[in-house]
C-alpha cells in the first residue's frame, strides 16, 4: 500500500484471498466466484461475505484478527466493503504484480503444510493406482482418487486419467475407456489454498523402446529445467532454457508449443506460468510445477527451490523411482 499510495486494498481473487487469510476456504463450488471480499486497510481487516456464510466464515474460516461483515446474498460484496473504506480501495488487479511476489518465498509453516499436501497426494496416487488393472476405467480411476483426495480434507481442482488408446491427449478428461496396457494419472490437489500438482504412470507390460528412449529423454529435459531454476533467475530465462532442452534431447524445436510448461506453483495451478514474456524473478524457498511432455510421455511433481537446491515434494518412498543429477525422479510403475 506504501508503493501503491493508498491507504487501503481490496482483495477478491481465490488466490490472493486464500494466501493473505493462511488457507482460508472462500468458496462453495469449485467452479464458482470466492464467497468473500477481503478489506485491507492500515487499521486492520475486513472480510465481507454474503450473509448466509458469514457465522460460518466467522468460526471456522477466518484468522483471528479479522472482523467479518455480513452483505445481503443478493447483494455485492464489493460494494459493501466500499461503504466500509474511508476512501476508494485500490482493486488487487492494480497491483497484482506485486501481491505475487509477495507469495513468492514461502514462510516455514506454509512450506511445512505444503510438503504435507504434496506427500498426501503423492500417497493417494500410490494406492490407487498399484491396484489399478487393464480393465479398470478411466472414471474408476479418477473416482478412486477424488475420493482420496476429499477423505484427506483437500478438493480435487483437476482429476485427469487416460489409458492406452488415448495416451496422445496431454490434458485427457477421464472417459469409460478402459486403461489397457499403460495410464497416465494426473491430480491437482488443493488444501489451506495451496495447490499440489503430481502426474504418475503405470503400464502392465515391459514397454516399447520408443516409450522407454522418450521416457529418458523427458527426464533428461526436467534435470535442465531443474539446473536452470536458481535465484535470480527470471522466468521467461527459464522458459527459454525448456525451449532449448527440447530440441537438445531429440524431441525437436517445436516440442514446447504443444502445452504449457508449467512455472511457480503454490496458490494457484500455476502462480504464474512460464513463458517468454513472464519476467518474475526466482527467489529462494519459492515452489514450482515444471512438466516437460512429449507425445506419449509427460513428468510432473512439485518441488521447492532451497539453500540445499531443488527439493520435491510430491514424494511416497513406495513409488519406483532413479537417481537423475542427484534427484530420484519417479519412474513408470509396472504392474
Known sequence: MDTAETDSLLLTSNTSLCWY??????????????????????????????????????????????SVHAAPWHGSLEAVARELADSNPMPESEVAAQLRGARQAFLPAESARYARL?????????????????????????????????????????????????????????THSRLGRRAMAVVCARRNGLVANVTRWIRFDNGIPAELDAESRLMAVEADIFDATVPGTRLNTIFREITRAYARHGFGPDQWTLHHQGGVA???GRD??????????????????????????KIEDTVQLTEAGIAVLSVDPRWPAMSVNGLKRPLILQL
Open 118 to 174: 504434496n506427500a498426501d497426494t503423492a500417497i493417494a496416487l500410490t494406492d490407487v493406482l498399484s491396484r489399478a488393472t487393464p480393465t479398470t476405467t478411466e472414471f474408476e480411476i479418477a473416482a478412486q482418487l477424488a475420493s482420496r483426495i476429499v477423505a484427506m480434507g483437500a478438493e480435487p481442482l483437476v482429476l485427469l486419467c487416460n489409458g492406452s488408446s488415448r495416451s496422445a491427449f496431454r490434458h485427457p478428461l477421464p
Open 266 to 268: 503454490g496458490y494457484a
Open 21 to 66: 487469510l493462511d488457507g482460508s476456504r472462500m468458496h462453495i463450488s469449485l467452479a464458482g466466484a470466492p464467497i468473500a471480499a477481503l478489506l485491507v486497510t492500515r487499521d486492520g481487516d475486513h472480510l465481507v461475505t454474503f450473509n448466509n456464510e458469514a457465522e460460518r466464515m466467522a468460526a471456522e474460516e477466518v484468522p483471528r484478527g479479522v
Open 272 to 297: 504464474p506460468r512460464a513463458t517468454a514474456v513472464t519476467v518474475d524473478e526466482v527467489v529462494l524457498n519459492q515452489t514450482f510445477t515444471w512438466n516437460p511432455s512429449g507425445p506419449g510421455v
